[in-house]
């Protein structure tokens, strides 16, 4: 029998590559994980859209988490997003009373995604927007970006990020105003019309 050393990389056979996903649907999302918004509350806003591959096609495994201020700009503090069942050991969803910021969404058969949050307020320089991390089949790091609300137009021209774009990558990241505090934003990972994506160090 041939012994074959294989702490060189000389000598490492190769295997199949791999690709992450899609596995996001277990475990990971939770009941009411797109309604981030209070009941009822008055600054309520709905964001949706669908997640595309290079291709232009629609992912139906991609996995979203969303963070936002309050209105006032705040990051809120408030626990409760993921609240567990003492007996059970299950899920329970939000309270329905503290807003957490916080939400985790997966996207439908057909790519799409929605999710009920308030309206977010400026912090410092930056105009109000939402942060966003994409997991997606494919992806071995996920990837970060924002979401802006398109409802001051002198807040987003003065918007240090904003201002460094050309305005065909700047329009990536300010979400379409469809009325009655809905907006849309679609992603797309790759090719044309690629959102931009940031790199936090």
Request: hydrophobic share 35%; charged share 20%.
């Amino acid at each position: 029998m041939t012994k074959i050393d294989t702490a060189t990389p000389d000598n490492v056979l190769p295997t199949p590559s791999h690709t992450v996903g899609p596995f996001y649907g277990y475990a990971l999302p939770f009941p009411g994980g797109e309604d981030i918004a209070p009941v009822g509350h008055p600054d309520t806003v709905t964001v949706h859209g669908y997640v595309y591959d290079g291709d232009g096609s629609p992912l139906p495994d991609a996995l979203l988490e969303l963070w936002g201020p309050d209105p006032g700009g705040r990051m809120p503090t408030a626990d409760g997003s993921m609240r567990r069942d003492p007996a059970s050991g299950g899920f329970l969803g939000r309270n329905g009373v503290e807003f957490t910021g916080f939400g985790r969404i997966q996207t439908d058969a057909n790519g799409h995604w929605y999710a009920r949050t308030l309206r977010p307020g400026a912090r410092g320089r930056n105009a109000p927007y939402l942060s966003v991390c994409v997991f997606a089949r494919g992806l071995l790091v996920h990837l970060f970006t924002r979401i802006y609300l398109p409802d001051d137009e002198t807040a987003l021209a003065s918007d240090p990020l904003l201002s460094r774009l050309g305005a065909d990558r700047r329009d990536t990241l300010v979400a379409g105003d469809e009325g009655r505090g809905t907006y849309r934003f679609d992603i797309r990972l790759q090719g044309e019309g690629e959102t931009v994506f940031l790199e936090f160090q």
